[in-house]
């Protein structure tokens, strides 16, 4: 199967250290034999249809930042984006910074690549939190598969268990704690007796928060995860437009203590039931819901089985890059099937 | 799909419901058409090639404690073994009740089921514990399925998540709350002060214990399930023979009091690791594992996404005839996959 890399930080090289190291097992487990024969990232792109050496990219990124020879350095956007959508490929990998204001440039790169037929895996919330039904649209259009599994939960397979083991039950709704950051924070709070901005400035140190951290805090990170389990467990065609949003920077210490002494702790949750929203809202220790730190954790309510609860990291390049491949398998599974059919 | 129900007790019968209830979504969304051709109880049986109507089944077993029509009665067990190899049916779902000593009847039910060449859906572990590595050559011998998600999680979907969830990661361990009985007793000890007596008692009066609670506190029960996941999810050919099992019958007041002074809880935990055994331990108040009362959950380690946890309620009549759908689901998928191969 051939892939292209759009997009080359943390989680793609993970995954290509990933397929480097398991190329074996992931042949003989899934019959599945992954070759990279292309790379964008910031510097411009390198190709090799028969599929670039692994190790050569992570070297050449590890020395150059970037994996683009002297010959291919290319800044001009537009050249990438068409190169996305004519490369012979079967699944392009967009893994590029997200942006809430206009999801670009990974809403071109998806764009394009749907509609040159290919498959498209991503772990960037961006353009799904600001298009995902007309990407899903457009991916049933042009008959191939948008997967995003990385995006919510990050090794955790949040939608995955939604979507595959929950398939006999009917979901009623969803309360997640699906951001690691925020939920940092309130834990310091709480157990440490720390001011918001003192918990914040201790999230920033530990590299849990950005230096802007306005993504986590004020509850957009929160909230594109949220429209993303919407659309793909509950068939809400929504957009981040839909939903509402409280974030966590008006949470103060006595709200956090009041709710601590009733046995309780303040949790910034994304709900999915008749309303779609994200707010701070007081959870019971004794709910399995509760975690703290950075975990992350989703409640299901079901008809048959009641609820249940699955809870992991929420983020890591290694445990999204394990999310990617999970994504990869099950498009090489679902290619099978159409060439049987 | 026509099937042959072997056992019409509580999981059979809300299986019966949720299949009437909810026909024309099933044949909608799966392609699935469950027919039942044969319903076998303790009375004898009851056959009709063109399915029986299931309204029927449920008011006579409600109405006479048995399924059974006058002329069909029959206390025979060899002849309703035979039954199940005979008939024409896709799938047999095996619910007669656990019993560890020797697995009959059921045991003898998916033998010859899957012997002639049936896939098969069971609930009911003792067959599973004795034998499961020799049952699943069988079932791969005869070219079909095995299937058994509601004997661990009830309707929670632990199995399903270790194998489809997981499937692009490494599984390295699973630790596991595996039944609700124990869990309840050791929280009421932990929260209300009682002695395991006074909470054994209290489990059977709220219908959580057997009369004879062994299999439950003496670990069996858990065993059963702990040796069910490691063959499933981790390739080991084992059974109730290589697991070394100890009960909560000892675990007395004192040792649950020093675990909570000390922020853990005792638990009785089924654990597949280098080793493969059952016994009661301290989990830490802080771990996601330490679910209360009649809950269960299970804690993978895994390669790349670290450890992932799924909570939920263990048991239950519509729960586990959840788990039932989702395995004649799985065998729908399985078959046509078949069909277009």
Request: one cysteine or more; aromatic letters at 4%; charged letters at 25%.
């Amino acid at each position: 199967m051939r892939l292209a890399l759009v997009g080359f930080g943390v989680v793609a090289q993970a995954f290509t250290k990933i397929i480097a190291e398991r190329r074996q097992e992931i042949l003989k487990r899934h019959g599945l034999n992954p070759r990279i024969v292309a790379v964008i990232d910031q510097g411009g792109y390198t190709v090799n249809p028969k599929g670039l050496v692994l190790e050569r990219l992570l070297q050449d990124k590890a020395s150059k930042s970037t994996v683009t020879e002297e010959q291919f350095k290319n800044h001009d956007l537009q050249a990438k984006i068409s190169l996305v959508k004519e490369i012979e490929a079967d699944v392009v990998v967009e893994t590029t910074p997200t942006n809430l204001k206009d999801g670009q440039p990974g809403l071109s790169y998806l764009e394009k690549a749907l509609a040159g037929k290919k498959h498209v895996i991503t772990t960037n919330k961006g353009p799904l939190a600001l298009s995902l039904p007309a990407l899903m649209e457009l991916a049933e259009y042009n008959g191939v598969e948008l997967r995003f599994s990385g995006t919510v939960g990050g090794g955790t397979p949040i939608l995955e268990f939604g979507k595959r083991c929950l398939v006999s039950d009917k979901l009623l709704s969803a309360t997640g704690i699906l951001n690691g950051t925020t939920n940092f924070i309130l834990t310091r709070m709480e157990k440490d007796g720390m001011i918001f901005d003192e918990a914040l400035a201790k999230a920033q140190k530990l590299g849990y928060a950005e230096a802007d951290p306005s993504l986590d805090i004020d509850g957009f990170d929160t909230a594109c995860k949220t429209v993303i389990i919407a659309n793909w467990l509950f068939n809400r065609r929504v957009t981040l437009r839909d939903i509402k949003i409280t974030g966590i920077r008006n949470v103060d210490l006595k709200q956090v203590k009041d709710a601590n002494t009733k046995g309780r702790a303040v949790k910034l949750l994304g709900i999915v039931d008749s309303a779609l929203k994200v707010e701070p809202k007081e959870v019971s220790r004794d709910d399995p819901l509760c975690v703290e730190d950075t975990l992350n954790a989703v409640k299901f309510q079901t008809e048959y089985a009641g609820e249940e609860i699955i809870i992991g990291r929420g983020a890591g390049g290694m445990e999204t890059a394990s999310a990617v491949l999970r994504d990869l398998i099950a498009i090489r599974e679902r290619m099978a099937e159409e060439i049987m059919a």
